[in-house]
């Protein structure tokens, strides 16, 4: 049993309706902050549990769950003639798997389809409060949204009620980041460690628990602080003592202490925990019965070798499980298949695997696979010389900032500038390409006239063509790249002395040439300001 897809409706950052389809095995959600990859597993893990941050929602009611956008419409639409109706919010799970399934069939979803088996969880206005809530309206004192006029349901398709107990379909949320400390003690590792017993293991921690206080209480020492706290409060007739709080038959949880090689768990280092939070996540014995493991970003903290170590066991101990990942990390991404990859940005979502450059970007060695998906805005170059003149050029142009300062990312590409542009035009990502001319305006028009009125994608190249007699080996210089085009836009001069060089205008080309990241360098680096190409100040105006 897994998810095949997920609508969701109003639910903190996605407004309106945003959808996504699910592999059956794994699922790797990569996006930047603020992107929504949080928010998605929470709504899963709600509509399947009815809880959120632990604590079951329908008691916890909140505005700020809602889409801030819509909740601003709503409101400013009540100093209107024509008030809007209060926001909803639903979450729909459309289920496929076996035939235990099939009680939840019905078409009490969105899209009416009575074959669809899932679940729905909504916030919504309850209608019998109409009369209330019109003359509420008449005060005009509705500043947030109204939630005591609001219900909670939690169906089937099939418009039954649900329940855990009536959901053939687990899932674990596995938050190996999170932290709460209660009594000195980590509560998430104290709640893994609570459902890895069974019910045998949990009475005999229970009784060696109240034979600690009985030994407690029958210490020399406790019995005579006890005596003078008797003594001292005999006025009101009542005993006064201390001991070891039994107060409910599952208190030996509340002061449960996890040690690791004798070290009180949270004293250890970061990815230490995050490592054991996991494994034990993935061996308890809830999430052994879990259909579906919902893992938020579990590279944080961790060292490349951990991080490996980490995702390895990830990958071997779900069992056929769905699973469903969060990420920021190529590594984590590349490791477990970019096939299962899902970028999700401003509530858009592509897939990898349905691009022409797939094959391509499956190939693609180290972080360049997710750089441009988590950029706000890129500019792709086509190697490391040109991405240090524009960067550069940037900061020249900027008070001394570099383009990352503002959001800017600066990417070496090779010659692959297409295939990143179809991922750019998927993902409606604003990019700039900064590209030589090679002296062949016709075949440059014609590799990007696709993407000639794409708003969000800008091609800049020079739009002159140079020519000239030197020769190197038996073929002519081009004089149409990067390194031309400065020494063009200054002089033989400008880079003689930036370089320490007496060259003629032939050498300096020769020189350039061969030596373009060190060149490119030098120019980076350089205490004076240089001109630069009108199509490089084109690029940086992004």
């Known amino acids: 049993m897994y998810i095949e897809k997920i609508k969701i409706k109003n639910f903190k950052c996605f407004e309106n309706w945003f959808e ?29 549990t009815s809880m959120l941050n632990g604590r079951y929602l329908r008691n916890e009611l909140s505005p700020y769950i809602f889409n801030r956008k819509i909740e601003r419409a709503y409101l ?4 209107t003639r024509y008030p809007i109706q209060p926001p909803e919010i639903q979450i729909e799970l459309f289920l496929a798997g076996d035939d235990a399934l099939e009680d939840l069939r019905g078409n009490r979803n969105s899209e009416r389809n009575d074959k669809a088996r899932g679940l729905l969880f909504s ?17 005009k004192e509705i500043n947030s949204i109204p939630l005591e006029f609001y219900q909670v349901q939690w169906l089937e398709f099939s418009r039954e009620p649900a329940t855990a107990r009536t959901i ?9 980041t999170s932290t709460r400390v209660q009594s000195g003690s980590d509560m998430y590792i104290s709640r893994i460690v609570r459902e890895f017993l069974d019910d045998k293991e949990r009475v005999a921690i229970s009784q060696a628990h109240r034979r600690l206080k009985d030994a407690f209480k029958a210490d020399y020492n406790v019995g005579a602080i006890n005596e003078r706290l008797a003594e001292a409060t005999k006025i009101s007739r009542k005993e006064v003592s201390i001991s070891v709080d039994m107060s409910s038959h599952n208190a030996w949880e509340n002061s449960l202490m996890t040690y690791i090689d004798d070290v009180p768990f949270h004293y250890i280092g970061k990815g230490e925990q995050c490592i054991v939070k996991t494994r034990l996540a993935l061996s308890s014995k809830k999430n052994r019965e879990a259909t579906i493991l919902l893992i938020e970003e579990p590279e944080n903290h961790l060292s490349h070798s951990k991080l490996n170590q980490l995702i390895s066991d990830i990958s071997t101990d779900n069992s056929g499980k769905q699973v469903i990942i969060t990420t920021h990390s190529s590594f984590v991404a590349n490791k477990l298949g970019l096939d299962h990859l899902i970028l999700l940005r401003e509530a858009k979502v592509t897939r990898i695997k349905d691009l022409n ?15 441009l998906v988590l950029s706000q805005k890129s500019i792709l170059v086509e190697g490391d010389a040109d991405e240090l003149v524009v960067q550069r050029a940037y900061m020249d142009a900027n008070a001394g900032r570099l383009p990352i300062d503002d959001g800017i990312d600066v990417i070496s590409v090779g010659l692959s500038f297409l295939r990143f542009l179809e991922l750019a035009t998927a993902l409606k990502i604003p990019v700039v390409v900064a590209t030589d001319n090679d002296g062949d305006l016709a075949a440059l028009e014609k590799k990007y006239a696709k993407y000639k009125d794409v708003d969000h994608i800008k091609i800049c190249y020079d739009p002159v063509v140079d020519r000239g007699d030197l020769v190197l080996g038996d073929k002519p210089f081009n004089y149409n790249t990067l390194e031309p085009k400065l020494v063009k836009s200054n002089s033989v001069e400008t880079f003689n002395k930036l370089f320490g060089k007496t060259f003629d205008l032939d050498g300096l080309h020769r020189y350039m040439k061969n030596n373009k990241t060190d060149c490119a360098l030098a120019v980076f680096s350089g205490q004076a300001r240089i001109q630069y190409p009108e199509y490089i100040l084109d690029a940086i105006a992004i």
Do not use: M
């Not at 794994?26 to 709600?46: D, F, M, Q, R």
């Not at 916030?123 to 005060?139: N, P, Q, R, V, W």
């Not at 450059?357 to 750089?371: E, I, V």
């Open 357 to 371: 450059a797939s094959d391509f970007f499956h190939k693609l060695p180290g972080y360049n696979t997710l750089r």
């Open 20 to 48: 996504v389809d699910f592999n059956q095995g794994v699922n790797i959600i990569v996006g930047n902050n603020e992107a929504g990859k949080s928010t998605l597993l929470e709504a899963i893990h709600l509509c399947l």
């Open 168 to 176: 053939p379909v687990k899932s674990a949320l596995i938050d190996s």
């Open 76 to 79: 400013d639409s009540l100093a």
């Open 123 to 139: 916030i919504e206005f309850d209608k019998k409060y109409d009369g209330a809530y019109t003359e509420l309206l008449k005060s």
